[in-house]
């Protein structure tokens, strides 16, 4: 299995990024897909689900700000992060399920900095 983020960089507050994960390399569906983040010196946490079906979930801190979707002909889900602060400065990953092993697999991470 192989999971390709892309999109991260630096970006002033106010500004936008698009991050995308592509998946490959397995035989089974997808279900759930989905982004968390890491700041220095914090946990992982959940940044934003999509269900098979489209249903979301958001942490409250990105509510209103970012947008999840996917894209399934291409087994690729997006974050497309608006208004963004330098709070959510953090290396984001992606995580995809599916209904065989590996069950869940994580991306390389990709660094999104907010700095003016």
């Known amino acids: 299995v192989q999971l390709q983020a892309s999109g991260g960089g630096l970006v002033q507050p106010g500004g936008s990024l698009r991050l995308s994960c592509a998946a490959s390399?397995?035989?089974?569906?997808?279900?759930?897909m989905g982004w968390y983040r890491q700041a220095p010196g914090k946990q992982r946490e959940l940044v934003a689900l999509?269900?098979?079906?489209?249903?979301?979930k958001y942490a409250d801190s990105v509510k209103g700000r970012f947008t999840i979707s996917r894209d399934n002909a291409k087994n690729t889900v997006y974050l497309q992060m608006n208004s963004l602060k330098p709070e959510d400065t953090a290396v984001y990953y992606c995580?995809?399920?599916?209904?065989?092993?590996?069950?869940?697999?994580w991306g390389q991470g990709t660094q999104v900095t907010v700095s003016s």
């Open positions: 999509i269900s098979s079906t489209g249903n979301t």
């Open positions: 995580n995809v399920n599916y209904l065989g092993p590996p069950y869940s697999y």
């Open positions: 390399g397995s035989a089974f569906s997808i279900t759930a």
